[in-house]
């Protein structure tokens, strides 16, 4: 019954590789994010989709490409990885479209490092 | 402007103790104010909310102090417990903020016996 999931949980790959991320939320959410934790514990959003649609688009390196085919899932592509890249990626979910202050349900997190 | 400014960075309480975590901002549109508790390993969750109309929230040991004209708001932990050692982030949002919040930086707590 897990409400926000992702895979894989620990991703360890070489520079220049592509990989992917996914996530799947079963709470009926309409809005979907993608978070960047660095070693610092900093929390730092990337994308945001609202019922497929995407809206908010941080300042983020054009590697990095996320899809969502339904508003159940929201995948995380990125190319030619570096060794910047190497954090902890977050999916999170919330109810309504601009319900800011509705909870956001974060998954358990990817850990990627690049080497 | 858009910043949330969190201290201390880390925070070493022994149980029974109060744990106090502060946070600054300077947008004065927000309007909502949350604190997330992050478990090593795990997600970031919410802990407890607060709107600017109210001054203090309580939610168990767990209490939201909110001062509007200095533009802070803190957490304190009553009679903290090993269970309470995690990470804590205030965040904040606003209905023009674009569907998302603004966090802080993060503060690492541990409860020692």
């Known amino acids: 019954d897990t409400a926000v999931s992702q895979t894989p949980k620990y991703l360890v790959t070489q520079m220049g590789n592509d990989k992917s991320i996914k996530c799947e939320q079963n709470?009926?959410?309409?809005?979907m994010y993608w978070y960047k934790q660095d070693s610092k514990k900093f929390l730092k959003i990337m994308f945001s989709?609202?019922?497929?649609?995407?809206?908010i688009n941080e300042t983020v390196p054009n590697r990095f490409s996320p899809k969502s085919p339904d508003k159940a899932h929201l995948n995380l592509h990125i190319n030619s990885l570096e060794l910047g890249d190497s954090a902890v990626y977050f999916c999170?979910?919330?109810?309504?479209?601009?319900?800011?202050?509705?909870?956001?349900?974060f998954g358990n997190g990817t850990r990627l490092t690049v080497t | 402007q858009q910043q949330v400014k969190q201290s201390p960075q880390s925070l070493i309480v022994q149980k029974g103790g109060i744990s106090i975590i502060n946070c600054a901002y300077e947008?004065?549109?927000?309007?909502?104010f949350p604190w997330y508790q992050q478990f090593p390993g795990k997600g970031p969750a919410l802990l407890i909310a607060?709107?600017?109309?109210?001054s203090e929230k309580k939610e168990g040991r767990f209490t939201i102090s909110f001062n509007k004209s200095a533009k802070q708001f803190s957490l304190h932990i009553m009679d903290s417990q090993p269970g309470d050692s995690a990470t804590y982030f205030c965040?904040?949002?606003?209905?023009?903020?674009?569907?998302?919040?603004?966090f802080g930086t993060g503060t690492q707590l541990k409860v020692e016996l």
């Open positions: 965040a904040a949002g606003y209905t023009g903020g674009g569907n998302k919040l603004t």
């Open positions: 989709y609202n019922n497929k649609e995407l809206i």
């Open positions: 947008n004065t549109a927000f309007d909502y």
């Open positions: 607060i709107r600017p109309d109210v």
């Open positions: 709470l009926g959410h309409d809005t």
């Open positions: 999170a979910s919330r109810r309504g479209g601009a319900s800011y202050n509705s909870p956001l349900h």
